[in-house]
C-alpha cells in the first residue's frame, strides 16, 4: 500500500476545491512563460472522466454498489498514467486534481506519459482479501470496456490503498478479457517482480524521495540561505505516513544518516530528539497495533501535531491537505518535503513563503514511483529483464580489462590479489542497480532543471517545477504541430 494515514479533506480549506487549488498553481507558473492562451488552457483542461457505479457482492452475500473513476488529464503524450487509490474521499474533483498533477509530474522528471489517475470510495480495510479481488476485477472490467486502460492507452499504478496485488489482479483481469496482446503485461505497472513488476518499484517513491531531499541539501548556497549546513548528515527529519512512500523514505533517509526525530501514523506520533530506528518503530507498530509507547519516545496524540515539531526536515507522506491556514503559521520544519500529493493547501502555501524555508514540491519529490513504473513498462514491451542481456557481458569485460592490466604489471600481482580484483571490480549490474541509477540519474537531472528555473525566474520551487511541467508539454503540443 502507498500509505496509510488517516484521510483528510482536501476541499475543507478552499471553495476553489482540490483541482482548483492545482490550477491556481499552474496559473502563477504560466504567468511566467509566454506560451499562447489557447495553448496554456488546452495543458490545463482534464481531457476525459469517466464515473462508473458497479455491484459486488460481499462475503455475507449482500449486493453493495460502488463508485469508482478514472480521469485521464492530458493526451499530449500516449499512455497515460497514473494511480488508483482506494479510499472513502476519492471524488471527481480529487482525480482531476492528481491526474494533472501525474501530467506534471511525468513532464518534469521527462517521462513520456500523459497523467491520469483512478480511484474507488471504499475504505480497504473494512473489505475482505476475496471483496476487494471482486472490487479490483470488476472496476478493472468496467475500465476496459469503457477503454481507459491498455499498454498503449491508459496505464494505472498503485496509490493509496492499492499495491502490488491489486495491480497483478488488475494484469489478470486485463488479460482474461483481451484479445491475445503480446504486450498486455505493460497494461498496469507495480506488479509483483514475478508478474511483470521490476525490482525497485515498490521503494522507488520512497527512494526517489530520498535523493530530491539529498539534492536539496547538496547545494551550499541554499543551504546557507536557509541557514542549514549543507548535507543530508545530522538534519531533523520528522516524517508523516509509514505507509509505502514514507517507510521506504524514511529507512532511506535513516541510511543516509539524516537523523529520524519524529514519526506519524494514523494512531498519533512519536518523537525522540536522539533519534529513531525506523525498522524497530515499524516492528513495534506490527507488534502492538500502534506506535505509541515505543521505549524513550514522547507520546504525541495525534498525527497532525508531529507536522509541528521543531525540525530540518518536515515529510508529509501520507495524503493531500494535511497542512492548512490553521497549522501553517505553527509550522518550524525548515525545508518541507513534499513526498505527498498536494500536502500543502494553497493557502497554507501562501502562509509558508512568508518564512524561511525550502517546500521542495510534490509534482517533482514523488515522481520516482512513476519514472519507475517507465521502466517496468519498457520491461514488459521489451519483453525481457533490464540488464539480462549484459550483465555477465560486463562482468567479464570487466575481468579482461583486469587480466591485462594484470600482465602488463605482472610483478605486483599475485592470484589472489587478482582473484579479489576481479571480484570487486568486475561487478554487473542486475535489474535492481539499474532501475536505481536511473531513477538517481532522473531525479538529480530534474532537479538540476528546476533549480535554474528557479534562479533564472526568482520563484519558488513549486513554480519553477510548474514552469518546467508548462514548457515541456507546450514543446510536445507544438512538436504535434497542433499550435503551430
Ligand atoms: N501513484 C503514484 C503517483 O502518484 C505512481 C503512479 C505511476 O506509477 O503511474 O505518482
Known sequence: M?????????????SLGFFGQVNRMFDEAAAHTDHARGVLHQIRACDNIVRMEFPIKRDDGTIQVVRGYRGEHSHHMQPTKGGIRYAPSVNVDEVMALSALMSYKCAIVDVPFGGAKGGVCIDARNYSQAELERITRRYTFELAR?????????VPAPDYGTGEREMAWIMDTF????????NALACVTGKPVGQGGVRGR?????????????????????MRRLGLEPGLEGKDVVIQGLGNVG???????????????????????????SGLSVDDVVAYREENGSIHGFPGVRNIDTSAKALELPCDILVPAALEGVITTENAPSIQATIVAEAANGPITTQADEILKEKTMMIIPDVYLNAGGVTVSYFEWLRNLSHVRHGRMSRRFEERNAERILRAV??????????????RLVEQVSFGAG???????????????????????????NVDMRTAAFISAIDKIAGSYEQMGIFP
Open 2 to 14: 502507498e500509505a496509510t494515514t488517516a484521510p483528510a479533506n482536501a476541499q475543507a480549506e478552499s
Open 406 to 419: 594484470d600482465e602488463l604489471t605482472a610483478e605486483d600481482f599475485n592470484e589472489e590479489l587478482m582473484g
Open 431 to 457: 535489474e535492481r542497480d539499474l532501475v536505481r541509477a536511473g531513477l538517481e540519474d532522473t531525479m538529480t537531472h530534474a532537479y538540476g532543471e528546476i533549480r535554474e528555473i528557479r534562479e533564472e525566474k
Open 202 to 222: 515498490t521503494e522507488a517513491t520512497g527512494q526517489g524521495v530520498y535523493y530530491g531531499i539529498r539534492e536539496a541539501c547538496s547545494y551550499e548556497e541554499d
Open 247 to 273: 517507510y521506504h523514505a524514511a529507512r532511506i533517509l535513516e541510511q543516509g544518516n539524516a537523523n529520524i526525530i519524529g514519526i506519524a501514523e494514523i494512531e498519533g506520533a512519536i518523537y525522540d530528539p
Open 175 to 182: 488479460n482474461q478479457i483481451g484479445d491475445e496482446d503480446l
Open 146 to 154: 469503457k477503454d481507459y486502460i491498455g499498454p498503449g492507452t491508459d
